[in-house]
């Protein structure tokens, strides 16, 4: 696992394979042909890549791939031989309303006759969806949060009372991340681009380059 760092960020890159499943033989995607695999089932090509930037000043772990911690966890345990623990970052619905900025999309799944007490919104929900009570619906919609905030909070109330579930909120904060609240988990998300080397493997610096620009912005 190659480490790069200096006063203001430690970058980790993790390359990572499976010996199987393994083909008997390699194709020539151009002619067809197809010719021996030389790889044995104990050997692995390690092009899968995985990303993790740690920046000191704000205390934050960003990571390419949430599903892939483990895999750093695993690697810094061995490493120096003590575990360690990355945690995802929560925040309470407070705060998640004040970062929210804008909302893309609401989904939930309607589980206990939300609308069937307020006779306008069952007649909304109807024009929208054509049936009084769909089993599941999604809402989509770009809007400003200070035009929507009063209908999340419903919401909020709505899944405490156990009126739906599956909640998940997309939007945009203030720096233009997309932010997703998901239940009770509270995610960030920075896009960026890469170009790929002649391997086809993402290029590490521009990687870290384009995410430091975005993380300083």
Known sequence: MPLKK????????????????????????????????????????????????????????????????????????????????????????????NTLQSCNEISFTHINNLFSNDSTKKQALKDLTGT?????????????????????????????DSHIDSLVICGTDDSGFETIYNVDTFQQKINISANKDENGKIKIDEVRDNLLKEINK
């Open 6 to 97: 200096n006063d203001d960020y430690a970058f980790f890159i993790c390359y990572f394979g499976n010996p199987e499943p393994r083909d008997e033989n390699v194709t020539n995607v151009n002619t067809g042909e197809k010719t021996p695999n030389q790889r044995t089932t104990e050997e692995t090509e390690l092009n899968n890549q995985a990303f993790f930037l740690f920046h000191y000043a704000k205390q934050r772990l960003y990571v390419s791939n949430s599903k892939k911690k483990s895999l750093l966890e695993s690697i810094l345990k061995e490493k120096l031989s003590t575990d360690y623990k990355i945690k995802n970052l929560f925040k309470d619905r407070e705060e998640f309303l």
């Open 132 to 160: 009084d009570a769909p089993d599941k619906f999604t809402i989509s919609a770009k809007c400003k949060k200070e035009n929507i905030v009063d209908f999340i909070k419903n919401i909020f109330q709505a899944k405490q």
